[in-house]
């Protein structure tokens, strides 16, 4: 069995495909096998995978739409790997990414390997927030993280609810489920994945939507979590108020807003940042 199996979950992009399925096969560490989930696609895709598929450790499988947090659970079941790597198919992992990941595996087997990103040219990743347990710093790009599997489904693996920040929230759940600290998580602390990310004022509007509806779904389901601190659905509410007013929407601003206000100590930000979003977006439109 491999050490690493990468997951590559896609839909309708046969033209950029290639470039991700070729950033795994060019890599200089080779105990590693990817699983493609072709989440029901429909132009090219299936005859651009075949012509990978003369490597042993390629796999395609294919299955209706159902989005991409169910496409990459789906490509973690089938994974024989003791640690996954999920990558967007149109991101590149770095040449030597699954060696540096696979060194500190080796140094203890971390239940999470974080690592920086490009992003163009800028690097990013490993933030800390008080999202997480004990401020523990996390990149959520898929890549530019490494998990153990069992980790993945004991915690349940990806919110096929979430149409946005899914990576995201499966960090919140592992830390807080497992009280992660530093002997749980590793660090590669320069970047293993070139994060290709485009956008277009349609792409843009569509983000927000997907934010409100995702966000919507995080707060009644964190509300009715004891678990979780209250911050955390507060928070949910305050990113829908947000949304909501770069769309324009002043009585479902209203309304948000003071659902992610906590009343025993009220929270100038949550009060008027929505507000002032939709102010803006009132005198400079998108």
Not at 107 to 123: D, M, N, T, W
Request: a positive charge; one cysteine or more; glycine letters at 6%.
């Amino acid at each position: 069995m491999p050490l690493i199996s990468v997951i590559i979950p896609t839909y309708n992009r046969a033209n950029v495909l290639p470039r991700a399925i070729k950033s795994v096969v060019d890599q200089t560490y080779t105990d590693w096998e990817l699983i493609i989930v072709d989440d029901g696609s429909n132009d090219e895709t299936k005859s651009v995978v075949d012509q990978f598929l003369f490597d042993e450790r390629i796999n395609y499988v294919y299955q209706e739409n159902k989005g991409v947090s169910a496409a990459r659970n789906y490509g973690a079941e089938k994974a024989s790997g003791e640690y996954l790597i999920f990558l967007d198919s149109d991101d590149e992992l770095l040449p030597y990414s699954l060696l540096k990941y696979a060194e500190k595996i080796s140094k203890g087997f971390p239940l999470i390997v974080f690592s920086k990103y490009f992003k163009g040219k800028e690097v990013r990743g490993i933030k800390s927030s008080s999202m997480f347990f004990k401020n523990i710093g996390v990149s959520n790009i898929p890549g530019a993280f490494c998990l153990r599997k069992n980790l993945f489904f004991d915690i349940g693996g990806y919110n096929v609810k979430l149409l946005h920040s899914e990576n995201w929230e499966l960090m919140i759940r592992a830390c807080h489920y497992f009280s992660l600290g530093n002997d749980d998580i590793s660090y590669v602390k320069y970047p293993l994945l070139q994060y290709n990310d485009w956008c277009t004022l349609e792409k843009l509007m569509q983000n927000k939507k997907n934010k409100i509806k995702s966000y919507k779904v995080l707060y009644e389901e964190y509300r009715q979590n004891n678990t979780f601190d209250n911050s955390l659905y507060l928070y949910f509410a305050h990113v829908v108020a947000m949304n909501y007013g770069g769309l324009g929407k002043i009585k479902l601003t209203m309304l948000w807003t003071f659902k992610s206000v906590n009343m025993k100590s009220l929270r100038i930000r949550y009060m008027f940042k929505p507000l002032l979003i939709f102010m803006k977006r009132r005198i400079i439109p998108y």
